[in-house]
């Protein structure tokens, strides 16, 4: 029996990718082996993204983010990782120190079964600060294997990476012999065919996939370029395996909805038109019911912050008034709007939003203010 959620974000699995899912289950749900459909996947993704010439599909994100960590260190032969405060990189030992998303909602942090040797080979530096990136770099000169980023961050809200930031990273990377590997998870496909290397015109050794990319099914990749994947067994040694990868029903689902993407070019304008009247309708009540906020807006992420400074990184994201974003989304729940439970997670919008959809949002969050101001 199908859950229907009476409110905006309300939307339907597009027809094509529910088709294709129907079609192929009547074959398998797994084999267990290589397919055909997981090669046309693999061809597609490197037909729309830069900096990929080899790429491996796994059954998560975390997979992803911990198999391309993997072949970081084995390819570089260094230990050391380094993450940002608040990225999040899914639920694999060496991301869980300072991550955002649900450790950060539940203020958690450190956790119980993650060893001190497994947290000590992962430094964690201030988002959008390159400074201390440079310093920290310079303090471990030679041990560290890679730096892991989401470009565009969706996990602490949405926040956006100044100019140099990112650019600053890549130069460190080539001057210091490290990985610099692109999270984009959630911005894979979403903000451009190319994700944020194109979107953003930085080039990433290695890159990690998901959500997208399964059209709702589970599923991952991580890929990069030839030198540094060929590490990956069997050409290398860098052991990697899974019996659900490239599932073939995941598979099907994520190619279909990579080629409506692929053959559609304009859903990213009208996604990000979509996103800008938003934004705008928000800023209008917002300001109406006088109290401090920061709208964060890429593409078709958006974040509200409660805060009377920017938000450009995790600690001015927990600054914000987080407990005022708790009373807003559950103000929002009831009038039939189901926001990101968090303001530590960003907001995407789905072609299949109507601007119709979006004055309810915004009418919504004039009434919401109302009550909880
Ligand atoms: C940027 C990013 N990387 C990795 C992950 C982990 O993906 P999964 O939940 O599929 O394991 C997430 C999940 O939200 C994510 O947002």
Not at 10 to 16: K, N, Q
């Amino acid at each position: 029996m199908p859950i229907y959620l009476d409110n905006a974000a309300t939307t339907r699995l597009d027809d094509e990718v529910i088709e294709a899912i129907q079609e192929q289950a009547v074959f398998s749900t797994s084999y267990g082996a290589p397919t055909e459909l997981e090669i046309k996947m693999a061809e597609l993704i490197k037909s729309m993204v830069p900096n990929v010439d080899l790429i491996r599909m796994v059954s998560s994100g975390t997979e992803a983010c911990m198999s391309a960590i993997r072949v970081a260190r084995g390819y570089t032969g260094k230990n050391k990782i380094i993450k940002f405060e608040g990225c999040y990189h899914g639920h694999a030992d060496s991301f869980l120190v300072k991550a955002g998303s649900g450790m950060a909602t539940l203020n958690i942090q450190t956790v119980p079964g993650v060893t001190g040797g497994v947290a000590n080979d992962t430094l964690t530096c201030a988002y959008n600060d390159l400074e201390a990136l440079t310093q920290l770099v310079h303090l471990y000169k030679g041990e560290i294997a890679a730096i892991i980023i989401e470009p565009v961050v969706g996990n602490m809200g949405c926040i956006i990476p100044q100019q140099g930031f990112l650019e600053g990273i890549r130069k460190l990377c080539d001057e210091q012999e490290i990985i610099f590997i692109f999270d984009e998870v959630m911005t894979g496909f979403r903000l451009s065919q190319g994700g944020a290397q194109e979107t953003l015109k930085i080039d990433a050794d290695l890159v990690t996939y998901g959500k997208v990319i399964g059209g709702g099914m589970p599923v991952g990749a991580f890929g990069g370029k030839k030198h540094i994947m060929e590490c990956v067994s069997p050409l290398g040694n860098v052991y990697q395996a899974g019996t659900l990868s490239g599932n073939p029903l995941a598979m099907i689902a994520g190619y279909t909805t990579l080629s409506i993407l692929k053959n559609n070019p304009g859903i990213y304008k009208e996604l990000s038109d979509k996103t800008t009247y938003l934004k705008e309708g928000l800023n209008r009540v917002l300001t109406a019911a006088n109290t401090p906020f920061v709208i964060n807006q890429f593409g078709s992420m958006i974040s509200v912050h409660f805060s009377n400074h920017p938000v450009n990184d995790f600690e001015s994201a927990a600054s914000a008034n987080n407990e005022l974003f708790k009373k807003y989304f559950h103000a929002m729940l009831n009038r039939g709007i189901y926001l990101p439970p968090s303001a530590f997670e960003s907001w995407f919008l789905n072609n299949a939003l109507t601007y119709e959809d979006l004055d309810k949002t915004i009418l919504a969050t004039e009434q919401a203010l109302k009550e909880i101001l």
